[in-house]
Structures are given as C-alpha cells and as structure tokens.
C-alpha cells in the first residue's frame, strides 16, 4: 500500500502561484509514476502533469505547459506541483495520484492510490 497525502491549495488571484506538495508513504519504492489530476465541478478528473520517478520524464497537458512544474524530492519522497501564472479556469480539486511502473499513463483508471485532495481556487 502507498499512502498520499496532498497540502497546499488555498485561493488566490489570478496570475498568482501556488505549490501543492504530495508526500509519499508505504511501499513507495523507485519505479513509480506520480501524477497530479485535477477535477473542476462537472468536469471530468484529467491529468495536468506526471513524473516518471526513475526516469524523471514528465508529461503536461497542453493548458498548463509553460506554467506549472512537476519535480520531485527523492529523500523526502515528495512530489510538488509548482502552479505559476494561475487562471481561474485553474480552479478545481487537485489529487496526487500514484502508480506502479516507469511508463507516464494520463488515463485515472491506470493510477491506483489516491490522496484525499486539495482544493485550489483562483479568482478573476
């Protein structure tokens, strides 16, 4: 078992930045992929960024290249969402999210643990 746990959210105003922190436990081991989803009301849940742990590739979804960064801290077994230049179609529950593997997969129903999620609101 792996267990997530997501810090960070808050509201903020548009152009503004914030950093969501996921911190890893359990059987985390280093062939991992870390993601971070997000899901707005009446929206689906998508994939804005991924790492692979061992590799370190990323992945973005095309509306937040350019201005959020996924890392991630290998002794704190921690991965970080760095949110620049926020907008308020950003607004949604951001999840941390984890699977097994080196291959980046942005489909939700390829991730198998979850954090409880963490509200970010942006206001125009």
């Known amino acids: 078992q792996v267990q997530l746990v997501e810090s960070g959210g808050g509201l903020v105003q548009a152009g503004g930045s914030l950093r969501l922190s996921c911190a890893a436990s359990?059987?985390?081991?280093?062939?991992?992929?870390m993601g971070w989803f997000r899901q707005a009301p009446g929206k689906e849940r998508e994939c804005v960024a991924a790492?692979?742990?061992?590799?370190?590739?990323?992945y973005y979804v095309d509306s937040v290249k350019g201005r959020f960064t996924i890392s991630r801290d290998n002794a704190k077994n921690t991965v970080y969402l760095q949110m620049n230049s926020l907008k308020p179609e950003d607004t949604a529950v951001y999840y941390c999210?984890?699977?097994?593997?080196?291959?980046?997969?942005?489909?939700?129903?390829?991730?198998?643990?979850w954090g409880q999620g963490t509200q970010v609101s942006v206001s125009s």
């Open positions: 359990g059987r985390t081991g280093s062939s991992y992929v």
């Open positions: 999210a984890a699977r097994p593997g080196e291959v980046i997969l942005i489909q939700r129903y390829n991730y198998n643990y």
């Open positions: 790492i692979s742990w061992s590799r370190g590739s990323t």
